[in-house]
């Protein structure tokens, strides 16, 4: 159980968005170091960086073509090494994406393991042993080389598989997880892991990590090879840390992962809350958690007391919380990421209520979620502070409306979002019972009913959680006696026998005696 996330906060960098310092319209690493004070300073004390290592950027960078060069675009692995140095001078962690279970089909091991002659990285990939067969439930990639046969693709038609091995072996061509080709490809992910470990990264965000065994329908498989990674990874770097892109934490976590994500898409009902028709935090009061706080107090459970869910205020992959979550309720929004426990995530310019820019033309693969990766909105100056590029040169198109937030003028506003924001994370931080590993249960969440109310604690203190972002006046059953009041946004509650009455578009905090 590493110490250093009981406490973590994490904001994520799409690097190309971000902050821009040669002037060519795409972010770089010199930027993202530039702005680790702002980050800090907002009570972020760690970072995962999207995905930058050398890519043809079919994918936004998740198509890598060599693992072990930073791509050129944002610096050199000097520089990236240097950002990882700043940051830990700033008592600040960094993650990188890594992107295990697939390539770019410009990766010089995907054009070895093209050639017709048996070579070191022939079995890399997952290939069929004719191209009349293509494997079964996967895309394939076909008639591009002499090699003859059909290779999986795991998304995008220009990103093969990486082949770890079958948990169930059917056809001739189907490789078992101990054949030398996928302990090859294993071994090769280690070596990826230490060399930007001993660079100073300090963990990974692991892109699609329960996809990279075949054939594993209970992924018994895939938790065994992460099970594998996890022993390496404790024998050599006892500090390392990994979140995982699986959503089921009752895999991840066996697997060896600290953390997995509640992620957008599956069984989570994540969206019930942000993202759907009626938005539960929508202050029209129409929507419903009722489903999300079950799901979740069973997918808690299979976590166990060590395991670290993550809910995200975004992500380079969801629309913006801005395009359905206005005004205060971006507020409230916060309010209830930053008292739930797990590591919180937040998305660059989340803090600020960016916006998702609609109409955009797909930029690098981005296609419906082009709007969520705009440059971030930094000040008033030319290209709201991202990029002194001409206009037309930025990577996306930024929010072009008139009233657009931005940093530096939310800075300065006491009653902004940043402001917030940085209360509700100086509060989690000042107390026991709201930090990641504190005990929840929840006191109030019925179907169809506003408010949601949970009960946060630790050894030494009990603090109850009452969230209505309904634009109305709400009732609750209360039997607890409410002591200091310790974070307050919009109205408050009024306690009586039994029953406490919550203002409209209110979030409180208040220890319990």
Not at 46 to 64: L, Q
Not at 216 to 242: C, H, Y
């Amino acid at each position: 159980m590493l110490k250093w996330l009981d406490d973590a906060v994490f904001y994520e960098i799409y690097p190309q968005s971000f902050n821009d310092t040669n002037a060519d319209g795409i972010g770089d690493f010199n930027g993202i170091t530039e702005k680790l004070d702002y980050i800090r300073e907002l009570g972020c004390n760690a970072i995962w960086i999207n995905p930058c290592f050398a890519s043809p950027f079919g994918d936004a960078g998740y198509d890598v073509s060599d693992y072990y060069t930073a791509a050129p675009r944002y610096g050199t692995n000097e520089d990236l090494r240097r950002v990882f140095d700043e940051a830990h001078k700033r008592n600040m962690h960094v993650f990188l994406d890594l992107v295990p279970g697939h390539t770019s089909v410009e990766c010089e091991w995907f054009k070895k393991s093209m050639k017709a002659e048996k070579n070191e990285y022939t079995d890399r990939y997952v290939w069929t042993d004719t191209i009349w067969e293509e494997p079964q439930g996967m895309s394939s990639i076909k008639g591009i080389s002499d090699r003859d046969g059909c290779c999986a693709v795991n998304f995008f038609s220009h990103q093969p598989a990486l082949n770890y091995g079958f948990y169930k072996c059917t056809r001739p061509w189907h490789q078992p997880m101990d054949a030398e080709g996928p302990k090859a490809t294993l071994e090769e992910l280690k070596n990826i892991m230490r060399f930007w470990l001993k660079m100073g990264c300090d963990g990974f965000r692991v892109d699609m990590a329960g996809s990279l065994i075949k054939h594993d329908e209970n992924s018994e498989g895939t938790i065994k090879l992460w099970q594998n990674v996890r022993e390496f990874l404790d024998k050599e770097f006892p500090e390392a840390a990994m979140v995982s892109e699986w959503g089921e934490p009752d895999k991840s976590l066996r697997g060896g992962f600290h953390m997995d994500f509640l992620l957008h898409f599956g069984p989570s009902h994540y969206n019930d809350l942000f993202r759907c028709e009626e938005p539960f935090f929508s202050d029209r009061g129409k929507g419903d958690a009722f489903e999300f706080v079950e799901k979740y107090k069973e997918t808690r459970a299979k976590a166990g007391k060590d395991g670290l869910i993550c809910i995200p205020s975004g992500n380079h992959d969801m629309d913006r919380l801005a395009r359905s979550i206005k005004g205060d309720n971006l507020k409230i929004s916060f309010a209830f990421l930053l008292s739930m426990p797990g590591v919180p995530f937040i998305y660059y310019g989340d803090e600020i209520g960016m916006r998702y820019v609609e109409g955009l033309t797909s930029v690098e693969g981005g296609y419906g979620r082009t709007g969520s990766r705009s440059p971030m909105q930094w000040d008033n100056s030319v290209n709201a502070g991202f990029s002194t590029a001409p206009k037309e040169k930025l990577y996306i198109k930024q929010d072009e409306s008139g009233d657009r937030p931005n940093a530096a003028a939310q800075m300065s506003d006491e009653n902004s979002l940043y402001n917030e924001v940085k209360r509700l994370i100086k509060t989690r931080k000042e107390h026991s019972a709201l930090l990641n590993r504190g005990g929840l249960e929840f006191v109030y969440a019925e179907k169809n009913t506003y408010p949601i109310a949970y009960l946060r604690t630790s050894e030494d203190e009990k603090i109850l959680v009452v969230i209505n972002p309904a634009d109305r006046e709400v009732k609750m059953p209360c039997s607890y006696t409410l002591g200091e009041k310790i974070y307050s946004c919009g109205g408050d509650i009024s306690a009586s026998v039994g029953e406490i009455t919550v203002s409209p578009c209110t979030a409180v905090f208040y220890t319990i005696k």
